[in-house]
């Protein structure tokens, strides 16, 4: 196996489970899934515990058509970024160095944009979606849906509206 091709490593760790939310490889533990909010160990065409080596050449093969995040973990030592499974699926990526090797947390973005009766959000959050103009900033913490929110307003308005809409994202999770 090639570690410059990931594809096959990540396919195969889709495999695990449909309500798959990340994928985590880092040096000295084996790639692991996170399902429902517990971590799993995978062991992906036979791969162990990840040497700093091949979490470097996951990291690497990852940044191969991304000269902006390369330049963003030399300089920072993180970087974000989106990665896609051509036809399959698409993913938003941290790269990380911690204790003088690479980490890599790989979150599965939905295909589908989410309903806000999907995302249970309280009735004042979707009058957002009839507002004529203005600016709305949507904050929280990793995880917390501000991408999956922003994805249900914009639908909603794409729907109901002809407007022109500004969106400031790093990464574009929705397309």
Not at 36 to 54: D, H, I, N, R
Not at 111 to 137: A, C, K, W, Y
């Amino acid at each position: 196996m090639s570690l410059l091709d990931v594809t096959p490593l990540i396919e195969q760790m889709l495999l695990i489970s449909d309500n798959i939310s990340d994928l985590n490889f880092s040096t000295g533990q084996k790639p692991q899934v996170e399902i429902s909010g517990s971590l799993f160990s995978a062991s992906p065409l036979g791969l162990g515990k990840m040497t700093a080596y091949q979490t470097e050449m996951i990291a690497m093969s990852l940044l191969r058509d991304n000269p902006e995040a390369s330049a963003q973990l030399a300089k920072f030592g993180t970087a974000d970024l989106s990665y896609s499974l051509p036809g399959r699926c698409r993913f938003r990526v941290n790269i990380f160095q911690q204790r003088g090797s690479f980490s890599v947390v790989m979150r599965l973005i939905p295909h589908e944009i989410p309903s806000f009766e999907s995302l249970r959000v309280p009735p004042q959050l979707t009058d957002i979606s009839d507002m004529r103009n203005g600016l709305v900033l949507l904050t929280g913490p990793t995880g917390s849906g501000k991408s999956s929110t922003l994805a249900a307003i914009i639908d909603k308005i794409n729907e109901t509206k002809s407007y022109h809409i500004v969106t400031i994202e790093d990464p574009i999770e929705f397309l």
